[in-house]
């Protein structure tokens, strides 16, 4: 149903285009007619030429709203046309007019517009108006205008003429009539071919336009991993300097005066050289895991998980080698609140957390860790009560190895919120910061558990 309906909507547009030009060459002709005919006439208005004028006035208002006109009323107007040439034609020269040869002519052109049946009403019109001409000038009813051989007065030539004209005019719209089908079909090929070849530049066009995001995206990241890895060794060069430097000589200490020192005092030593050890560690950490996560190496595979149960026992691992021990504030409103989390992701955005909550306050402000669940959605949210942010470097602590300047000789590399933030996106969720300078700080996260 859908192929008939592009087909005829193809017909409908070939014969619209057509009908166009017709018009067009018809005003064109009877615009550059109308002089000549008033010529011939002596400049006055007759009968033949009121006629004429009306048939090119007609014609030429159908052309220029042909935009604003139905089809059918343009394929009228091309019939009433016809007409009045004919009747012209046949008041003026009679049989040998060239009247005839526009019926023929016509019979073709109609044979694009109408079907066979409706063709053959319209030359069957034709044939009544020259078999009605010939009556009137066969009884002297009409006479010629101009010098006429009494063998053209002949019922019989009339009669014949009229025969082998109509004979001739079925003839062609059967004949014109398989080629305009041809014609027709030609003009759905070349459609559908054009219909085709628009869909696959559309096609291409949308792929380059994909394939040059891709190449964007991929420039972008690539320069966001050579800032990174700038930055990284413009922080290397400072942060690890200061744990190399406590190592080294805490190492040469050990070495060079072991016969002198106690087994606490060596032990000692050992837990510090241990703790910058474990800084620097944590510090390659971060800056592989953003490595990571800007070069989509990292796969989010989040499973069921009881987020009290697993906080809980994270903060406690954190602290079991830690000398000074913090306290730590749970409100939780359950001991079970379950939710689809990645369990690497979710140990850094926690470690981060508390690990930040702790080296930004002062021993022994508690640390305060909450939990509440809404909806479909976990906020889990860490407050301490240390120094601050202030507004202004609120919106750039996400951005890699940024520090505040109130930080001053707190060790750190500028990557755990950073971290954090790709995290959280990673769980579709959001973050958001509450500080006020010498205050504290509260980072509150939401994620939503059907992931």
Not at 197 to 221: A, C, F, G, H, P
Not at 335 to 358: G, P, R, T, Y
């Amino acid at each position: 149903m859908a192929d008939n309906f592009e087909k005829g909507f193809i017909a409908g547009r070939v014969k619209e285009k057509i009908l166009d030009n017709t018009l067009k060459i018809f005003s064109l002709l009877g615009i550059f007619l109308i002089l000549p005919v008033l010529a011939r006439d002596n400049w006055c208005l007759t009968d033949k030429n009121i006629i004429f004028f009306i048939g090119v006035i007609v014609v030429v208002i159908t052309y220029i709203f042909k935009k604003n006109i139905f089809i059918n009323l343009k394929i009228f107007t091309v019939f009433f046309l016809a007409l009045c040439i004919l009747f012209q034609g046949l008041y003026s020269k009679g049989i040998f007019s060239p009247t005839p040869i526009f019926i023929v002519a016509n019979s073709v052109l109609l044979s694009f517009f109408l079907d066979k049946k409706r063709a053959y009403y319209a030359i069957f019109i034709y044939m009544v108006v020259y078999v009605f001409f010939a009556y009137l000038f066969i009884n002297k009813y009409l006479v010629y205008t101009s010098h006429i051989e009494e063998f053209e007065l002949n019922a019989n030539m009339w009669a014949i003429r009229g025969i082998v004209l109509f004979l001739i005019s079925v003839a062609l719209i059967n004949i014109s009539g398989y080629y305009n089908k041809l014609i027709l079909n030609n003009f759905r090929i070349i459609e559908s071919k054009n219909a085709e070849l628009n869909e696959y530049r559309e096609n291409l066009e949308n792929l380059v336009i994909d394939r040059t995001k891709e190449l964007e995206q991929s420039l972008m990241r690539e320069k966001e991993l050579g800032i990174l890895k700038t930055n990284f060794i413009s922080m290397a060069s400072h942060e690890f300097r200061t744990p190399l430097t406590s190592i080294q000589g805490l190492t040469e200490l050990v070495l060079n005066y072991f016969d002198r020192l106690t087994i606490e005092q060596i032990k000692e030593r050992l837990k510090k050289i241990n703790v910058e050890v474990t800084n620097m560690t944590n510090m390659l950490e971060d800056v592989l895991i953003i490595g990571q996560v800007d070069s989509d190496k990292i796969v989010f595979t989040p499973i069921e998980l009881n987020l009290v149960e697993f906080v809980k026992e994270i903060i406690y691992e954190y602290q079991l080698f830690k000398i000074a021990k913090r306290e730590v504030d749970f409100r939780f409103v359950s001991d079970e609140i379950v939710c689809n989390v990645d369990i690497k992701l979710m140990k850094q955005i926690v470690l981060n957390l508390f690990s930040n909550a702790l080296k930004y306050s002062e021993f022994p402000k508690p640390i305060l860790i909450s939990f509440l669940k809404e909806n479909d959605s976990v906020i889990f949210s860490v407050t301490d009560q240390g120094i601050g942010i202030s507004k202004k470097e609120q919106k750039l602590i996400f951005e890699p190895f940024f520090r505040a300047n109130n930080v001053e000789n707190i060790p750190g590399t500028g990557l755990g919120l950073t971290i954090i933030e790709r995290a959280v996106n990673m769980h579709n969720g959001k973050i958001e910061v509450l500080s006020e300078l010498g205050k504290g700080t509260t980072f509150r996260i939401v994620l939503p558990c059907n992931n």
